[in-house]
């Protein structure tokens, strides 16, 4: 029997993990989470025990086996966090927990970074080589956090550390809401000049991916994890069009004028600036060859299958 506690269970990734694993065989779910009633009102009617707190001797009280440690402070696109938020949410408590971690008999620890510790954007493929420059407080205080994990190893003891790119899936609108509208509405992809290659990450693969890397007794180390093929914002754009039945226009607007526009929205703080240009036309290509030939697997969701799943799930 796998004893494994959950930490940041409340979010989007710790509730599709607690749906995966709760009917396994073989496993047993325990769930951390600073909002115990907001929890219990998640999980209430599930196969799962809610810890309130969990030190070293909680740990070996509940025999946990494997802790995963999702709780942090997320990307945050409305400007509420400061750089000490940041700190204490992904680095502070990250020692925290793994420090409880060490001092009981719990054995593998997978930490939930972001390949937002790496970089934002780049036109080079991004594997576990990669110099990491991150630009952000989120993708800093991601790194520090791994690094400190790196510093203070177990003998004995797994570490595994996790950068997925942007997870979607089911119940998960993101940034594909915005393009989901637009295609809807019929208005046209303005940005079709610009060609880029992104990843994304099916929430089916990453909940695949840790349940092998538990299952793998010789997995340890950093990797980055993706769906297998990145694609074009362009290419994602026809398939939200094909997934919800409507043909998606497309404009090739000149890139000059439209960073010029960009450029003015920044300046005038309009919703249409520089950073979102960015985030819909620089490209994030990641490999997750690492991971796979590790784990000796493949995916079972391809790119395509996954982003047509989430997209469907928003017409709901």
């Known amino acids: 029997m796998n004893r494994i506690l959950i930490t940041g269970v409340t979010g989007f990734v710790g509730r599709s993990l607690v749906e995966y694993f709760r009917d396994k065989d073989g496993v047993e779910l325990l769930v951390h989470s600073r909002n115990a009633e907001k929890a219990k009102t998640a999980f209430g009617e599930f196969r799962v025990e809610i810890v309130p707190d969990i030190p070293a001797d909680k740990l070996n009280k509940y025999k946990v086996d494997t802790v995963i440690h999702l709780a942090g402070i997320a990307h945050d696109l409305s400007g509420n966090f400061t750089e000490r938020d940041y700190l204490q949410g992904n680095v502070e408590n990250t020692k925290q927990v793994y420090d409880q ?4 008999a719990a054995s593998t620890f997978i930490y939930m970074s972001s390949i937002k510790a790496v970089a ?10 990669f110099k990491p420059e ?3 407080p989120y993708g800093k205080t991601k790194l520090l956090a791994e690094q400190y994990l790196n510093e203070h190893p177990v003998p004995g003891k797994r570490l595994v550390i996790l950068r997925p790119c942007m997870i979607h899936g089911p119940g998960n609108k993101g940034n594909l809401n915005l393009l989901y509208k637009l295609v809807k ?5 303005p940005l079709a000049a610009f060609n880029n290659r992104r990843s994304f990450l099916s929430i089916g693969n990453l909940c695949f991916a840790i349940e092998k890397i538990i299952q793998h007794p010789l997995c340890s180390g950093t990797f980055n994890i993706a769906d297998d093929e990145a694609i074009s914002t362009t290419e994602l754009v026809m398939l939200i069009g094909v997934a919800c039945g409507k043909r998606a226009k497309m404009l090739k607007i000149p890139r000059l004028l439209i960073r010029t526009l960009a450029a003015v929205g920044s300046l005038m ?4 600036n520089r950073s979102t240009l960015g985030k819909l036309t620089e ?3 990641v490999t997750n060859r690492k991971l796979l030939l590790t784990l000796n697997t493949e995916f079972p969701v391809s790119t395509r299958e996954g982003l047509t799943l989430t997209i469907k799930s928003l017409n709901g």
């Open 134 to 136: 991150p630009k952000t």
């Open 185 to 189: 509405k019929g208005i046209p992809y």
């Open 283 to 285: 490209s994030m290509a």
């Open 101 to 104: 971690f060490v001092h009981s």
């Open 120 to 129: 934002d954007f780049t036109d080079k493929l991004i594997d576990e080589t």
């Open 269 to 272: 703080h309009l919703p249409f």
